[in-house]
Structures are given as structure tokens and as C-alpha cells.
């Protein structure tokens, strides 16, 4: 059995640091599951390690990927229950690649009733969006998110009205984004528009901050004192500069730090509810790239209008011909 990954040796841009490697798969594992990878979504936070921004907590060579879904091909006996099951292979090696080992403790089911493209993004961004949400309850408050665009925000934005926001409103990036945000109900504002963000800020009870940045700085200087302002994204690449005095309450989430402190068995339960959050609720449009084709998924994603994509791994036979 082979196994073939996209791995990056050293950081740098994706495009030039990663590179699609052929290696023979090892025998099993006593404690693990051996997944067959099925789809794995491209975020721009699969990206951000690869350039270096965490290269404090990234041991090269790594595989790139977060989050995906694929199929049990081998198990430990107690886990034999599993094989031919679909799983999230999640909290181990990268997911960028045909072959995934990880804890059967920790690989998610996945329900019948769910599909491939949305179990492959049923980590990162819903388990965030369903985390901030239960840590800041939104339920009577008026909500700005910045990035609307993301899939974070979105699933912030559409859950923060199940729950019984007010009123969201999200700052979008690209024009492209406004059709989309209407018809979830978040009302959207430009980013060019400094005139209207510094006035929805100061109307503001709760803002979740994905960008960082002068837009970032320039809302904490609006919003009034007691006003809750999380800060969970840098898709600007540029930090937040604080002023020495702030009025808010400033908080920085990092999904990493809830999953250091999360069992199994809560961890498991966190998935029953996010299958259950997305039944109900209808996510973007996607695009599947042949594995073979990451260079152009990742091209894609890197264009802020772009759809959202998928790598799809069927493509790579895990056994040699």
C-alpha cells in the first residue's frame, strides 16, 4: 500500500513549498484506525501554517490539511465495528493525503443521513462557530462580524439568529459576498465603507472579529465600554494594535486551546450537536478538484471571491497498480 500526501519540508508560500510525496504505508498501529481519505476541504487556515505564521507548534515535514472525511479500511479489534464506516479522521496527521492514521477515540462518525462535501467541513469552522457561541451567548444582542464572508462567520451569523441575536451585521470583502449575506440575513456593509463599520460599532453589543488589522483596531476604538470583542481570525495577516486603555472586553479565541482541554467523550458530544446545526443549515456552494489538481484548488482559494473547495482523493488509488 502506498500512501501519497501533500507535505511541506520547509514554510513558505504554498504553492511552492508543498509537494505531493509517494511513501509506503506502514504496518498499523496497535491503538489506531487507518482512514482512506474521501474529500478534504482548502481553507485559508490549512494556508497559514504552511508560511510559517505557527511555526512555533509545526514539527517539519508536516501534512498539510485540517479537517476532511474518509472511510475505516483497518482497526483494532475493538474498533472492528468501524471498517467500511465513514469517520472524520481528526486531531492527528495532516488530512491532505490518500492514507490517515488517527485515535479511534476521536474519529468522528459520520451519519448517513450526512453528506461527504458537508462532513468534510464539519470541523474547523462549524466546531469554532458552535464553541464562541456557547462561550458568548449572543441571545437579545446586536452581533457584527467582520470577514462575513468566511464560513466561520456564516455559521456565527446564522446560529447567532437560532439562538436569538437581535440583529447580525457583517463586513464583507468582496462584493460578491453581499447576495449571499442578504439572503442569511446578515446585513452586510463594506469594508470600504469606514464611515459605516465605525457606526455599527458603537451600536454594537458583541463583535467577532475574523481579520485583525487596521479594521479590527479601528472597531474596538468605536464600540462602547463593556462591549465584548473576540478575536479568532487573521485573515488579514496583520495583528490587532492595541491601544494601552481598552473599554472592551478583548478576548482571543483559538479553537487549539478548547480541543487542549476537551475529552473524548465531550468531544464526541460537540459533534452530535454540529450534525444536528447542520441539517438545518445550508452551506455555501463548493467546487471538487482532483486531488492531482491542488495547485489549482489552491489557487482558487487563495481569491477571495472564489467558492469554496475540495480536494477529492479518489483520484489516488491507495494501492499500486
Known sequence: MRRHALTYRTFGMPLETLKMETSDVPGLSEDKLRVRMLYAPVNPSDLIPITGAYSHRVRLPAVAGYEGVGCVIDAPQEYSNLIGKRVLPLRGDGTWQTIVECDPALAVPVPDTISDDVAARAY?????????????PVKGKRVLLTGAGSNCAEFLGVWAYQQGAKEVIGIYRSESRVARLEKLGIEPVSIQNMSQISSVARESDIVFDALGGPVAANILQRIAPGTRFIAYGLLTGQAIQLASKLGAHYKRFHLRDSLARMSAQTWQHKFSAIWSLLGQTELPNYQVFP??????????????????????FADLAPHDK
Request: proline share 6%.
Open 124 to 136: 474547523i469552522n462549524p466546531l469554532a462557530a458552535l464553541t464562541m457561541l456557547e462561550t458568548w
Open 291 to 312: 486531488s492531482q489538481e491542488w495547485r489549482q484548488a489552491i489557487e482558487m482559494t487563495l481569491c477571495p471571491s472564489s467558492q469554496k473547495v475540495i480536494l477529492d
